[in-house]
């Protein structure tokens, strides 16, 4: 086999190895390669493994010796398998990988919010405490979680991983989803009574033509003033221009996103100058643990490959 892999850097930005792949022959790891050398630095392999770099159908077409396709990642949009399949070219992904992981996030940027550590920590680093008449004090509100509602739209791994903590928390728990299951501590509803009643509402769907621009306008003003916004699925699930204009006019109170319509956003998307959005760059994956589980599931998708036997097809 002759690999090369695309856009290793966000996978391992040098705390993990490669080196595994010499088991299996010559092997190329680029950081991140622009779309004008990617039909180069295919060329000559018979393995291709990308991340967010695309694959298209003439760009594959080019690749005379392709045997395989491998992602880094669960989504598979950025790779036209239905091409692959056509030529009987395996296309396999990273199923489950970061669950727990994104689960996390979703109350970090919750917690975030409603406790303001950071807003307190600076506060007292700039020496407001040590100056205050008062043994304790607030920079912004504090609110708990016990008794309030949480909203959460797609109900796969992810979203049951969500829902687990926030009963934990003593959080109510509505769910809306195309598959509802009798989970104790969960109840399954529509989607506009979920919108209307949740303190925080958290969107773990798939992006499809159906959920593409889903959190717009309309839906936002259903929403609860004081409610949050939570995005930790696809960016593009969400209107940002109909979200910025809710955060700005108080339609609701605040947002929490970790994934954005483009990676990396405009410098001039409204998002990232509102105090209420709190932004991370598409982390939640990218834990050090998370990122072990995921090469050792690559691992194992290139020995099952090897062996003539490929797992996690995406077709």
């Not at 690999?3 to 705390?15: F, K, R």
């Not at 990308?50 to 690749?63: G, Y």
């Not at 919010?113 to 680093?125: D, E, R």
């Not at 483009?262 to 100058?273: A, C, F, G, Q, V």
Request: proline share 6%; charged share 20%.
């Amino acid at each position: 086999m002759k690999t090369v892999i695309l856009d290793g850097y966000a996978e391992n930005p040098g705390d993990l190895s490669w080196d595994w792949l010499a088991e299996y022959g010559e092997y190329k790891v680029y950081d991140r390669t622009p779309a004008e050398l990617i039909d180069e630095r295919c060329a000559g392999f018979d393995t291709v493994i990308t991340n967010k770099t695309p694959l298209t159908k003439e760009t594959l077409s080019k690749i005379k010796n392709l045997r395989y396709v491998g992602l880094l990642s669960t989504g598979y949009n950025v790779v036209d398998w239905e091409y692959c399949r056509e030529r009987g070219i395996p296309v396999c992904n990273i199923p489950s990988y970061s669950t727990m992981a994104v689960a996390q996030n979703v109350f970090a940027h919750i917690i975030a919010y409603t406790n303001q550590v950071a807003a307190h920590s600076a506060s007292v680093h700039a020496g407001e405490w040590a100056s205050n008449p008062d043994f304790s004090y607030q920079v912004a509100p504090i609110y708990e979680l016990d008794g309030k509602t949480l909203g959460i739209i797609g109900f796969g791994k992810i979203g049951a991983a969500v829902a687990k903590i926030g009963i934990a928390f003593g959080m109510k728990i509505l769910a809306q989803t195309n598959h509802p299951k009798d989970i104790e501590g969960v109840e399954f509803t529509d989607r506009e009574t979920l919108i209307k009643n949740s303190d925080f509402i958290t969107i773990h769907t798939p992006l499809t033509p159906e959920t593409q621009d889903m959190v717009n306008s309309e839906f936002l003003s259903k929403m609860k003033p004081t409610a949050m916004l939570i995005n930790t699925s696809r960016g593009p699930v969400i209107d940002e221009k109909a979200l910025a204009e809710a955060l700005k006019n108080g339609v609701i109170a605040a947002a929490g996103l970790d994934v954005m319509r483009r990676e990396p956003p405009e410098k001039d998307n409204p998002l990232t100058r509102l105090p209420n959005c709190s932004i991370t760059p598409h982390i939640a994956w990218a834990g050090y643990e998370t990122r072990i589980r995921l090469m050792d599931i690559c691992k194992q998708n290139i020995r099952a490959y090897a062996d003539g036997k490929p797992i996690n097809l995406v077709y």
